[in-house]
């Protein structure tokens, strides 16, 4: 992000007119390779293209907050990477992290990872480090650390079913796999922050804490994400929930979350009234068949209809329910926020 629309996220967060009403879309892997024309392993494998691409989105919107901004990722396969997952990399489409627990058993030898040495994430902060200087000269800082959430990483070193089925029959077990998580995931956020001191905010993207009922989240959501939104002092506490159900959103203050990312099958309303008045909330048009699949004038459409659903467009940063999809075309892009200046300011 540019300084300048940092500033005016600040202030958004704080409940300040800033002027406008912002578009702010969260692109990464699933879009970007497409979008410029080259193959998910070329963005993964060339700090060039993940470079040139990334500046090619700012400078062709130059009004869009994209989020987090220079992203430095290997899709889902960040965080397994360091607990020694295996790692599978496919040309069109998004990379795979193999489990690494077989039984409930082997989450007491799982190891508690270096964040400075193990798997991909010196490869994440290198990259950043070597092109930190253009990304500088283009107007932008590195303004997050960033994570998948702790229930999320539990489902890739476990299995989804497996690790949903050990939160109801094992659950000292459960806790102690979320527990050596949530300390790795602390230490890799303020480890990114002191290697970018430009770093104060937190993005966290967990979908599975959607699925879980009320006392799961209560158990296991609440005391492990309120330490990751606590890692350090940050100003913005940004998470991604995209998952149908609306537990995540009764409990964001209790998580220490001031900026919220939820699925386009809940109106800005419901989640405003959940949510309280102090969050921002970024939504909601759905992002694969309107974004995506849609005309422009679907997009339109979609935009109006989400205003209608809300009365006070305070704390909003207008956007997909979900981050960018693959296929997301420019003119869908200039008919988002065309219809935000045309319909909410």
């Known amino acids: 992000m540019t300084p300048a629309q940092w500033n005016d996220l600040v202030k958004l967060i704080e409940g300040y007119d800033i002027g406008y009403q912002p578009v702010g879309f969260i692109i990464d892997s699933p879009w970007i390779p497409g979008w410029y024309g080259i193959t998910n392993v070329q963005y993964y494998g060339s700090d060039k293209h993940w470079l040139e691409s990334n500046l090619k989105a700012v400078r062709m919107f130059p009004e869009i907050w994209f989020l987090p901004g220079f992203w430095s990722e290997y899709g889902m396969c960040t965080e397994p990477s360091a607990f020694g997952a295996r790692m599978r990399w496919m040309t069109q489409s998004l990379p795979h992290a193999e489990k690494v627990i077989r039984n409930v058993e082997d989450i007491g030898s799982l190891p508690s990872p270096d964040v400075s040495t193990d798997g991909l994430l010196p490869f994440i902060i290198n990259r950043l480090r070597e092109n930190e200087p253009e990304i500088r000269k283009a107007g932008h800082e590195i303004k997050f650390a960033v994570s998948r959430g702790s229930l999320n990483v539990a489902s890739f070193l476990m299995g989804t079913t497996e690790f949903m089925m050990a939160l109801a029959m094992n659950p000292v077990e459960s806790r102690q796999l979320i527990d050596k998580i949530t300390d790795f995931i602390c230490r890799w956020l303020v480890y990114q922050k002191e290697c970018f001191p430009s770093i104060e905010g937190i993005f ?19 005391p492990s994400f309120r330490k990751i939104f606590s890692a350090f002092d940050a100003k913005i506490r940004f998470l991604h929930n ?62 109006k209809k989400a205003s209608s659903e809300i009365s006070n467009y305070r704390r909003i940063i207008w956007s997909t329910g979900g981050g960018m999809p693959p296929d997301v075309k420019n003119e869908n892009i200039v008919a988002f926020a065309d219809a935000v200046k045309k319909i909410i300011q």
């Open 204 to 222: 966290i993207l967990d979908d599975l804490m959607g699925f879980i009922g009320e006392y799961e989240f209560n158990e296991y959501a609440i």
């Open 242 to 303: 995209d998952a149908q159900g609306l537990v995540t959103a009764g409990h964001l203050k209790d998580i220490n979350v001031n900026m919220f990312n939820f699925s386009f099958e809940h109106s800005l309303g419901e989640i405003r009234k959940l949510a309280g008045d102090d969050v921002v909330l970024v939504g909601n048009i759905p992002p694969r068949d309107i974004m995506a699949a849609g005309t422009p004038e679907q997009v339109a459409g979609a935009v």
